[in-house]
T-cell receptor, first 113, second 116 residues
Framework: DAMVIQNPRYQVTQFGKPVTLSCSQTLNHNVMYWYQQKSSQAPKLLFHYYDKDFNNEADTPDNFQSRRPNTSFCFLDIRSPGLGDAAMYLC????????????FGPGTRLTVL | AQKVTQAQTEISVVEKEDVTLDCVYETRDTTYYLFWYKQPPSGELVFLIRRNSFDEQNEISGRYSWNFQKSTSSFNFTITASQVVDSAVYFCALKSGADSNYQLIWGAGTKLIIKP
């Protein structure tokens, strides 16, 4: 089945210790997204890639970086996690265009100690 | 400006009851798209439906149905004969405006609790 895969599902890191979350897709979509979702809130878009074109949301902290080495994979790097970065991180993919839905992975729940 | 309002923060019903989740949207665009997603306790957001602004036909899929009314800017979601497995947070979302090729504007979500 075509899908969006995220690893790991649960990640624990220490305050200030860099962490990388990964996402892969078999849908062959040209757009990949990273969202942050805190408890009882809607997902918040951090950035997206259209092919290799990186697009940062204006309010995404510099602490968050991303890499997309190829169509299938995308990584979220948190350079110096703070307690406020504890959240669910969701990866999604879609084709480009207004009429296309986004398909989400299962998410990685990040805990910062 | 674009906006999605889900006024019901939480709804609790007993299994087999029908339940309607409200979604009201704001946009000045004539072309836009509306979406519903389900987020069960496991966390994954599951796509349920997409509706474009030119198609006001109601949609039914099994126990799920959607009522799109442009006159009231609403896109409501009804679950008939609810089941415990329907317990989840449901998000309504809109694509509209300059960034609409990629940007979803989300409602705050409605937490639905189905009691056995």
């Amino acid at each position: 089945d075509a899908m969006v895969i995220q690893n790991p599902r649960y990640q624990v890191t220490q305050f200030g210790k860099p962490v990388t979350l990964s996402c892969s897709q078999t849908l062959n979509h040209n757009v990949m997204y990273w969202y942050q979702q805190k408890s009882s809130q809607a997902p918040k878009l951090l950035f997206h890639y259209y092919d290799k074109d990186f697009n940062n949301e204006a309010d995404t902290p510099d602490n968050f970086q991303s890499r997309r080495p190829n169509t299938s994979f995308c990584f979220l790097d948190i350079r110096s996690p703070g307690l406020g970065d504890a959240a669910m991180y969701l990866c999604a993919t879609s084709d480009w265009g207004q009429n296309n839905e986004q398909f989400f992975g299962p998410g990685t729940r990040l805990t910062v100690l | 400006a674009q906006k999605v309002t889900q006024a019901q923060t939480e709804i609790s019903v007993v299994e087999k009851e029908d339940v309607t989740l409200d979604c009201v949207y704001e946009t000045r665009d004539t072309t836009y798209y509306l979406f519903w997603y389900k987020q069960p306790p496991s966390g994954e957001l599951v796509f349920l439906i997409r509706r474009n602004s030119f198609d006001e036909q109601n949609e039914i899929s099994g126990r799920y149905s959607w009522n799109f009314q442009k006159s009231t800017s609403s896109f409501n979601f009804t679950i008939t004969a609810s089941q415990v497995v329907d317990s989840a947070v449901y998000f309504c979302a809109l694509k509209s405006g300059a960034d609409s090729n990629y940007q979803l504007i989300w409602g705050a979500g409605t937490k639905l609790i189905i009691k056995p």
